[in-house]
T-cell receptor, first 115, second 113 residues
């Protein structure tokens, strides 16, 4: 069974600084997808970024980028120029390629952006 | 934008009650999911459905059942609520296909007393 591990329960970063959230996963599959989701205090989960395992190029979405290391099974999220609105829980998730492409989530990292 | 609507934001029930959590999506998505979210445990999949009347167990189905009679609606049923089912319940939907992103509802915080 696939597992997703987020080893940092909480992190803090100052506004305008850069922060990196860690995620590792375990799978025997060769082709899969990885995601980072954000859950602000409003509880609405929002997709931040998605990476396809067969693509070597790291995904980027504005201030958010990933460092995908397939051999190491590592998928970290870098947030540049952190903003107060980035304060949220961040979940790393692994998408199975089987039925319904269901997601397995990590335990989450609570990020606090401070002034 | 896709909208996933959960019928209640907060719900308080008594032990032994039968509880229905409703979820409706408005974008004709094939797949629908029910997760529960607990501090320190992340999101865990309870059940999912990839078509009308089709359902599959997730990682923690015990004590739950689901119903999908119409494509847009996916219900989670707690047959006899227990205190260990106090949790945040999140519904999600996605298009059919591999690697599709999930669209989430705002969650239902259920307290079983």
């Amino acid at each position: 069974a696939q597992t997703v591990t987020q080893s940092q329960p909480e992190m803090s970063v100052q506004e305008a600084e850069t922060v990196t959230l860690s995620c590792t996963y375990d799978t025997s599959e060769n082709n899969y997808y990885l995601f980072w989701y954000k859950q602000p205090p409003s509880r609405q989960m929002i997709l931040v970024i998605r990476q396809e395992a067969y693509k070597q190029q790291n995904a980027t979405e504005n201030r958010f980028s990933v460092n995908f290391q397939k051999a190491a099974k590592s998928f970290s999220l870098k947030i540049s120029d952190s903003q107060l609105g980035d304060t949220a829980m961040y979940f790393c998730a692994f998408a199975h390629t089987g039925t319904a492409s269901k997601l397995t989530f990590g335990t989450g990292t609570r990020l606090q952006v401070t002034l | 934008d896709v909208k996933v609507t959960q019928s209640s934001r907060y719900l308080v029930k008594r032990t032994g009650e039968k509880v229905f959590l409703e979820c409706v999506q408005d974008m004709d998505h094939e797949n629908m999911f029910w997760y529960r979210q607990d501090p320190g445990l992340g999101l865990r999949l309870i059940y999912f459905s990839y078509d009308v009347k089709m359902k599959e167990k997730g990682d923690i189905p015990e004590g739950y059942s689901v119903s999908r009679e119409k494509k847009e609606r996916f219900s989670l049923i707690l047959e006899s609520a227990s205190t260990n089912q106090t949790s945040m319940y999140l519904c999600a939907s996605s298009l059919g296909g591999v690697g599709e992103k999930l669209f989430f509802g705002s969650g239902t915080q259920l307290s079983v007393l």
